[in-house]
């Protein structure tokens, strides 16, 4: 029976309903094992009468919670089915330790926490172990962990990983072709498409900036894509643009600084936003003005974009595939269940404010200097 005030629905049970809603709660919480008491005992714990008490058995028997054992016996008490997965204990490592910050990264742990596993996070990331085999091998075998979650492995962490008899998921790095689960933006193609762009706006010196473990032992295919556009538009193919620098902020302004000192490129992509943003200050600090000087291509979106102006292009795409990705993985190994497929999350390349047009100088290139830095970064 139900009345209405307002907008809002009363919903007024009968004395079964709430007979059975007690009785229910009861064997919930374990009360009774076995066997369900009889009507006659029920009735007179709850001070009703036999026909209640049976009403309200009756709707329990109907929601399978009470299996009926014929006239004049006492019903059994269905047990609860087993459950059909096993928790994990899911561990997680990084390229870089504040990549746990990361916005999906963390609804990620929080889903499969809801989902009843145990989230573990490395107490070492992938850049502090310096891509050594022995190292990672002592730092995961000190976690006890079912599986394991690696985001921007290198391509020797990761065959390190696909290796191990236990599940694990990588989300980015280089993991085409290895028999590990994997998922992560199409960034190949976005790649290509801001690319294309650049070119379009005149633009013939055009450098990407990735970490080593995205060009080493070879290009990976982003960078790949990347190169095969340049070539593809005519353009001459080399180290210039893919430049080679050890993994450490010091190397990483040395190697720009060294970009910028004869031949500065007019554009550049620079893979994550951590890198992106060490870049801008670069480039403030020597009066180099984006993008009427230089071009910025971001690799990845950022909540910090939308209160940059001019606005930044990047590559953007939706981190909900990859976090519902990575859970249904972790739902089928906890049934057993081997789970090996990689897949690819949409991107889009954003043409922003920070692209523009070459500026041509007199002979054709670019025309801007250089401003010396008032100290070394």
Same mark, same amino acid.
């Given at each position: 029976?139900?009345?209405?005030?307002?907008?809002?629905? =009363?919903?007024?049970?009968? $004395?079964?309903?709430?007979?059975?809603?007690?009785?229910?709660?009861?064997?919930?919480?374990? !009360?009774?094992?076995?066997?369900?008491?009889?009507?006659?005992?029920?009735?007179?714990?709850?001070?009703?009468?036999?026909?209640?008490?049976?009403?309200?058995?009756?709707?329990?028997?109907?929601?399978?919670?009470?299996?009926? %054992?014929?006239?004049?016996?006492?019903?059994?008490?269905?047990?609860?089915?087993?459950?059909?997965?096993?928790?994990?204990?899911?561990?997680?490592?990084?390229?870089?330790?504040?990549?746990?910050?990361?916005?999906?990264?963390?609804? &990620?742990?929080?889903?499969? !926490?809801?989902?009843?596993?145990?989230?573990?996070?490395?107490?070492?990331?992938?850049?502090?172990?310096?891509?050594?085999?022995?190292?990672?091998?002592?730092?995961?075998?000190?976690?006890?962990?079912?599986?394991?979650?690696?985001?921007?492995?290198?391509?020797? $962490?990761?065959?390190?990983?696909?290796?191990?008899?236990?599940?694990?998921?990588?989300?980015?790095?280089?993991?085409?072709?290895?028999?590990?689960?994997?998922?992560?933006?199409?960034?190949?193609?976005?790649?290509?498409?801001?690319?294309?762009?650049?070119?379009?706006?005149?633009?013939?010196?055009?450098?990407?900036?990735?970490?080593?473990?995205?060009?080493?032992?070879?290009?990976?295919?982003?960078?790949?894509?990347?190169?095969?556009?340049?070539?593809?538009?005519?353009?001459? $193919?080399?180290?210039?643009?893919?430049?080679?620098?050890?993994?450490?902020?010091?190397?990483?302004?040395?190697?720009?600084?060294? &970009?910028?000192?004869?031949?500065?490129?007019?554009?550049?992509?620079?893979?994550?936003?951590? &890198?992106?943003?060490?870049?801008? %200050?670069?480039?403030?600090?020597?009066?180099?003005?984006?993008?009427?000087?230089?071009?910025?291509?971001?690799?990845?979106?950022?909540?910090?974009?939308?209160?940059?102006?001019?606005?930044?292009?990047?590559?953007?795409?939706?981190?909900?595939?990859? =976090?519902?990705?990575?859970?249904?993985?972790?739902?089928?190994?906890?049934?057993?269940?081997?789970?090996?497929?990689?897949?690819?999350?949409?991107?889009?390349?954003?043409?922003?404010?920070?692209?523009?047009?070459?500026?041509?100088?007199?002979?054709?290139?670019?025309?801007?200097?250089?401003?010396?830095?008032?100290?070394?970064?």
């Amino acid at each position: 029976m139900a009345r209405f005030y307002g907008m809002a629905e =009363v919903v007024f049970l009968t $004395v079964a309903e709430q007979v059975a809603a007690h009785l229910r709660s009861e064997l919930e919480r374990g !009360r009774w094992v076995g066997r369900m008491p009889g009507k006659h005992e029920l009735a007179a714990e709850l001070d009703v009468n036999n026909k209640t008490v049976e009403a309200a058995l009756r709707q329990l028997e109907a929601e399978g919670l009470l299996v009926p %054992q014929g006239a004049g016996r006492r019903r059994a008490i269905r047990q609860p089915e087993e459950p059909r997965h096993r928790v994990l204990r899911i561990a997680f490592i990084a390229g870089e330790s504040s990549d746990f910050a990361l916005e999906y990264m963390v609804d &990620l742990r929080h889903r499969l !926490r809801k989902a009843g596993h145990a989230v573990i996070l490395a107490p070492r990331a992938i850049a502090d172990l310096q891509d050594d085999q022995d190292r990672l091998t002592r730092m995961v075998r000190s976690v006890e962990a079912d599986a394991w979650v690696i985001l921007g492995g290198s391509r020797r $962490v990761l065959e390190w990983f696909a290796a191990q008899p236990w599940p694990s998921f990588a989300i980015f790095g280089r993991r085409g072709g290895l028999p590990i689960a994997a998922t992560g933006p199409d960034k190949p193609s976005a790649t290509a498409a801001a690319t294309r762009e650049l070119i379009r706006l005149g633009h013939r010196r055009i450098v990407l900036m990735v970490r080593p473990r995205r060009r080493l032992p070879q290009p990976g295919e982003t960078e790949l894509a990347f190169l095969r556009e340049l070539a593809r538009q005519g353009l001459e $193919v080399g180290e210039y643009n893919l430049p080679a620098w050890d993994e450490t902020p010091d190397d990483f302004h040395r190697c720009l600084e060294k &970009l910028f000192l004869v031949t500065p490129p007019t554009a550049l992509i620079i893979d994550e936003t951590p &890198l992106f943003f060490a870049a801008q %200050q670069f480039l403030s600090r020597r009066g180099v003005r984006v993008p009427d000087d230089v071009s910025l291509v971001a690799t990845d979106p950022d909540p910090a974009f939308r209160w940059c102006r001019p606005s930044i292009a990047h590559i953007t795409w939706s981190s909900v595939p990859l =976090v519902r990705r990575v859970t249904l993985w972790a739902a089928n190994v906890s049934r057993g269940k081997q789970d090996l497929r990689q897949s690819l999350t949409p991107a889009l390349f954003v043409a922003g404010g920070t692209i523009g047009a070459v500026r041509p100088g007199p002979s054709g290139s670019a025309n801007f200097r250089i401003a010396k830095p008032d100290s070394q970064p």
